[in-house]
Nanobody, 125 residues
Framework: QLQASGGGLVQAGGSLRLSCAASGRTWQTYYMGWIRQAPGKEREFVAAVTWTGANTYYADSVKGRFTISRDNAKNTVYLQMDNLKPEDTAVYYC????????????????????WGQGTLVTVSS
């Protein structure tokens, strides 16, 4: 089970930190990450991280502004979002899969093994 939290309303240029608490199974072999969906738009890959945290992956639209990390002792993944823009407004979902590929996470994210409920991020201009 994946439980996302931390969304809210923030002004452009502000910051938020999303959390995704994982439970109910062993997550050590899973890549974990975030997918977002803006109103009227398709799902979009945001970021993913390996179990060790040694490798991270980002969408070009968030590189340099967002940072993904994980605390394995707490079974929690974080998404630090800085310099937020109105176009970052979306429902953010955490997800997990034993595989990472650009195609899977960017184009076939509906096939990811596990999804959490979303948390809404609204960035005002």
């Amino acid at each position: 089970q994946l439980q996302a939290s931390g969304g809210g309303l923030v002004q452009a240029g502000g910051s938020l930190r999303l959390s995704c608490a994982a439970s109910g199974r062993t997550w050590q072999t899973y890549y974990m990450g975030w997918i977002r969906q803006a109103p009227g738009k398709e799902r979009e890959f945001v970021a993913a991280v390996t179990w060790t945290g040694a490798n991270t992956y980002y969408a070009d639209s968030v590189k340099g502004r967002f940072t993904i990390s994980r605390d394995n002792a707490k079974n929690t993944v974080y998404l630090q979002m800085d310099n937020l823009k109105p176009e970052d407004t979306a429902v953010y979902y955490c997800a997990a899969d034993q595989t990472y590929s650009d195609i899977l996470w960017s184009r076939r994210s509906a096939s990811l093994d596990y999804w959490g409920q979303g948390t809404l991020v609204t960035v005002s201009s």
